[in-house]
Nanobody, 122 residues
Framework: QVQLVESGGGLVQAGGSLRLSCAASGLTSSDYAMAWFRQAPGKEREGVAAITWSGGSKYYADSVKGRFTILRDNVKNTVYLQMNSLRPEDTAVYYC???????????????WGQGTQVTVSS
């Protein structure tokens, strides 16, 4: 059974930083892309960042380019989202997801975590 468990969310002031982690277990192969999505109240889920299994390719939403960095450690089966220069509009529930293809389209992912809340105060 595949499990993705996020951690690291919380409350931070605008301009601050947070680092999210997503620990994966139960994947039968290491050849999985990982991604982060977010969903704010009343809005659709949107792709934030994605990374291929090797880490050689990364994809970012325009709204987070230059501020967020996605990283993965395949030994620890963990993917990270380093978030800097946070803005109030980054407030959302952040989800980790995994599947074969690295994209920012949520319907391309079969495995999802339960989400972690990130709140950025102004």
């Amino acid at each position: 059974q595949v499990q993705l468990v996020e951690s690291g969310g919380g409350l931070v002031q605008a301009g601050g930083s947070l680092r999210l982690s997503c620990a994966a277990s139960g994947l039968t192969s290491s050849d999985y892309a990982m991604a982060w999505f977010r969903q704010a109240p009343g809005k659709e889920r949107e792709g934030v960042a994605a990374i291929t299994w090797s880490g050689g390719s990364k994809y970012y939403a325009d709204s987070v380019k230059g501020r967020f960095t996605i990283l993965r450690d395949n030994v620890k089966n963990t993917v990270y989202l380093q978030m800097n220069s946070l803005r109030p509009e980054d407030t959302a529930v952040y989800y980790c997801a995994s599947d074969r293809l690295a994209t920012l389209r949520p319907n391309e992912y079969i495995y999802w975590g339960q989400g972690t809340q990130v709140t950025v105060s102004s």
